[in-house]
């Protein structure tokens, strides 16, 4: 009953990573749709395999929790492979953080346990060294994440000049339509 209580909290933690809090909204327009169940287990299997095998577990022994933790896992599928298609340099730290975070949580179980004082300290490090890397690659997505916002933003702001400096012409034409003064000469016949 302890390692299924640790594995719950392993996935919840996961479950902060996806996009969706909780997983129950829709993706927005425009944004892919969830992997399927075999494709979320075959990435799994093949990058998480502990989160694989406990995950199987879960399967056996509580199917409504698997099918809850299925679809929260799939929002860091998706993730992944949304990284992997606009930024590849940062899906592969998308996944070492994901890695190193399943890893976190066994060092932190052991530190709760360790019988003394050395062994705490030196587990105590290692988590702390596990962390500052996490916290390093979730960093540098974020930084992407404000460069492409920012170059979004450069976008509209172009677009809103053109716009303010081509006032004139946009009302006349817009005119034009809306009483239908058309030039003969000019239109499509």
Known sequence: ?????????????????????????????????LPSEQETL????????EVFE????LRQNEPEIFQHEIRMLG????RYNELKRVAPELAAGFLRAQQLDAQC???????????????KTALKQKLEEMLNEIF???LAERELEVKNLERELNKIRTMLE?????????VERRLRDLTMEVDEAMGWW
Not at 42 to 47: I, P, R, S, V
Not at 163 to 168: D, L, N, P, Q, S
């Open 1 to 33: 009953m302890k390692k299924f209580a640790q594995f719950v909290v392993l996935i919840s933690g996961f479950c902060l990573l996806s996009p969706v809090a909780g997983g129950q909204e829709p993706p927005p327009p425009g944004e892919p749709p």
């Open 42 to 49: 075959a990435f799994l299997e093949t990058n998480l395999p």
């Open 54 to 57: 406990n995950l199987q577990r």
């Open 75 to 78: 929002h860091m599928v998706r």
């Open 105 to 119: 949580r066994k060092v932190a179980e052991a530190l709760r346990q360790a019988p003394d004082e050395a062994q």
């Open 136 to 138: 390093d690659l979730r």
């Open 162 to 170: 053109t716009r303010r400096e081509a006032k004139g012409q946009i």
